[in-house]
């Protein structure tokens, strides 16, 4: 079983930045590729990024390329999601999750490719 536990969001002001972390209990960290999720109130959770096991890949979806960084620290347990010019519509619950596979980004960034979730963490923008 894995534990992961995300924290970092808060209240920012466009154009601002935040850095969400996450970290992971066990051994095995460095077994799962992992990725960042969001959810904004009456929508459906969605994918932002994912970092392989060596951190060699990594995968954006679109609407946060050349703004956000992925990064993991597999000596630390921890994986971190870099988020610089913040616009009001990533204003979402963001999630960090845990999967046993890797593979392309059309699997990366399926919620079913995932075995562990986190609680969620906040992220406001404002305008």
């Known amino acids: 079983q894995v534990q992961l536990v995300e924290s970092g969001g808060g209240l920012v002001q466009a154009g601002g930045s935040l850095r969400l972390s996450c970290t992971t209990s066990?051994?095995?960290?460095?077994?799962?590729?992992m990725g960042w999720f969001r959810q904004a109130p009456g929508k459906e959770r969605e994918f932002v990024a994912a970092i392989s096991r060596n951190a060699a890949t990594v995968y954006y979806t679109d609407s946060v390329k050349g703004r956000f960084t992925i990064s993991r620290d597999n000596a630390k347990n921890m994986v971190y999601l870099q988020m610089n010019s913040l616009k009001p519509e990533d204003t979402a619950v963001y999630y960090c999750?845990?999967?046993?596979?890797?593979?392309?980004?059309?699997?990366?960034?399926?919620?079913?490719?995932?075995?562990?979730w986190g609680q969620g963490t906040q992220v406001t923008v404002s305008s």
């Open positions: 999750a845990a999967a046993k596979s890797w593979g392309t980004r059309e699997i990366m960034n399926r919620l079913v490719t995932y075995n562990y």
């Open positions: 066990g051994r095995t960290f460095s077994s799962y590729g």
